[in-house]
Nanobody, 124 residues
Framework: QVQLVESGGGLVQAGGSLRLSCAASGRTFSNYIMGWFRQAPGKEREFVAGINWNGARTHYADSVKGRFTISRDNAKNTVYLQMNSLKPEDTAAYYC?????????????????WGQGTPVTISS
């Protein structure tokens, strides 16, 4: 089992920044590919960003490319999502997830463990 706890969400104005954190406990953190997903009210959960076990490979949704950066610190068992140039359409609950597979999946169903989510609201 892997337990994931997100933090760092909040309310910011458009153009602002937020840094989300996801602290993991349980099994060896570096064994897992980590992903960030988001879900807006009335919409399906969508992939935002993913990172492989050592941070050498990352993948982003087109909608956040160039604005968001995913990183991880295996010594701290934490994955981060730096979000810059935020837009109202970024408003959603943000979830981190862990997957024990070999690739950065963009499909939520392929992730094994999930956090409880942290809300992000961007005002215009």
């Amino acid at each position: 089992q892997v337990q994931l706890v997100e933090s760092g969400g909040g309310l910011v104005q458009a153009g602002g920044s937020l840094r989300l954190s996801c602290a993991a406990s349980g099994r060896t953190f570096s064994n897992y590919i980590m992903g960030w997903f988001r879900q807006a009210p009335g919409k399906e959960r969508e992939f935002v960003a993913g990172i492989n076990w050592n941070g050498a490979r990352t993948h982003y949704a087109d909608s956040v490319k160039g604005r968001f950066t995913i990183s991880r610190d295996n010594a701290k068992n934490t994955v981060y999502l730096q979000m810059n140039s935020l837009k109202p359409e970024d408003t959603a609950a943000y979830y981190c997830a862990a997957n024990s597979g070999p690739v950065i999946w963009t499909t939520a169903a392929l992730y094994d463990y999930w956090g409880q989510g942290t809300p992000v609201t961007i005002s215009s």
